[in-house]
């Protein structure tokens, strides 16, 4: 079954006293193109990441966001003891000398740079593993968006296909008419020239014969079904088909565009026509499959 390259997946887990949530959000694309946003206490962990993401996305636009929060009471802050005693004692010295008073020094101070700094505390090695586990929740939660997405894409393309071998159908019963409308203009052409007792039916009808092998489409028909049905085929193959696909679409186009050009009916050209139509429709979407 196909995947769409489009999604989202999320996860979150508490890890001792710290909160990590991730998100992964993914978008089609012809190659691999992974972003990935970490916290500074994280960014060693960048190219794993990565390695997995490709590892289990494959082609797509992916971009991955973790938050990374300290849940324990302090709240992961502490106090610059040695940077805030430094500015109180300046702030009283100061006073001092202007004689003036402040109602309340160590709210002003605790305002100043560098007092209030954050602790990232590193991971320990189980905890490493605890975020790749949530990692891989949210890539199975994206994996099933993304199988949830492919399955309307693959009823809808195969609507398609399925047009494409209707509307072949139809323009085949006008076959032995269109060659027929063809004879007789050429007939008729030939009556009207002035070398009309000169023809010799023989060898008019052999080259008639010959003149309309040029608009046999025999071949093109049984190329055409054959490329509908194997993407039918590969649509039900394992995931990761949508280039296949693609290739396919173009041989399909190549026997359409041949049909046309043989046509030499206004009937079967109109069918050719929705043939086009529907093709169009089929290589937007496949765009889409990963």
Not at 35 to 53: G, M, S, T
Not at 74 to 89: D, L, M, P, W
Not at 125 to 149: C, D, M, N, P, S
Not at 155 to 169: F, G, M, N, R, T
């Amino acid at each position: 079954m196909i995947q769409s390259m489009t999604g989202f997946g999320k996860a979150e887990g508490q890890i001792a006293d710290k909160k990590v949530i991730i998100q992964l959000k993914s978008l089609n694309s012809k190659q691999s193109d992974i972003n990935v946003k970490l916290p500074n206490a994280f960014k060693e962990k960048e190219l794993p990441y990565r390695k997995q993401l490709h590892e289990k996305l494959g082609r797509g636009k992916v971009e991955m966001y973790l938050n990374y929060e300290d849940v324990s009471e302090s709240g992961g802050y502490r106090i610059n003891e040695k940077v805030f005693k430094a500015y109180y004692q300046q702030l009283q010295e100061l006073e001092t000398e202007l004689d003036a008073k402040s109602a309340d020094l160590s709210s002003i101070v605790s305002r100043f740079p560098e007092v209030i700094q954050t602790e990232e505390a590193e991971l320990q090695a189980k905890e490493w593993e605890a975020v790749e586990g949530i990692l891989g929740e949210a890539i199975q939660e994206l994996i099933q968006f993304r199988t949830q997405e492919g399955a309307s894409l693959q009823a809808d393309l195969k609507s398609h296909i399925e047009s494409i071998l209707s509307l072949l159908q139809e323009a085949l019963k006008y076959e032995n008419e269109r060659i027929e409308i063809v004879k007789q203009r050429l007939q008729k052409n030939l009556e009207e020239s002035e070398q009309k007792e000169k023809i010799d039916q023989d060898r008019f009808e052999q080259e008639l014969i010959f003149y309309m092998e040029k608009y046999d489409v025999s071949e093109e028909k049984v190329r055409l079904e054959a490329h509908c049905n194997y993407f039918l085929e590969v649509m039900e193959a394992k995931a990761g088909q949508g280039r296949k696909l693609g290739f396919i679409g173009q041989e399909i186009g190549r026997e359409i565009n041949t049909l046309g050009s043989k046509a030499n009916h206004a009937e079967m050209q109109r069918l050719v026509v929705q043939m086009k139509d529907a093709l169009e429709k089929i290589k937007e979407q496949v765009l889409n499959v990963w």
